[in-house]
């Protein structure tokens, strides 16, 4: 596994401190992707769980699309994965799930999801509410959110990662 990861600056003011810190987190997730096939990446951790590599790809394609385009925007942006009748749908995966798709949808959301924070301040309230609390968030809240829904599942990438391919790494 190459590292294409760059940590932010220690003296960056908030706001680029946040962002570089989400980023960072991302480009964690996609290094530790790297180099695997579609069956590797579709490999679970271990029985009974169906987590795998490409699983939390699609996961976060799901919370990137929630946060950043339904309640920071209040876009109305379905669901890309999932349905109410499977609502782990983004982790249940079929043979026919591409690593080349899942990357592609993610990498938009996350393009998606930096043009709708652009149009914000870390202050400014968003302008959807949560589906479940109805609650409105600042940005910096959900940037704090996101960079800790990463670094919790990357902690869970990790290892998968060695469970498929033996590989380890920070």
Known sequence: MTNERHEPA???DERTMLEGWLDYHRQTLAWKCEGLTDVQLRTAAVEPSELSLMGLVRHMTEVERGWFRKVLAAEDAGPVYYTDEDP???FHLSESDTWEEAYATWQSEIETARRNAARFGLDDVSEG???RTGERFNLRWIYTHMIEEYARHNGHADLIRERVDGATGD
């Open 10 to 12: 220690t003296t960056a």
């Open 88 to 90: 782990d749908g983004e």
């Open 129 to 131: 509410k949560h589906r």
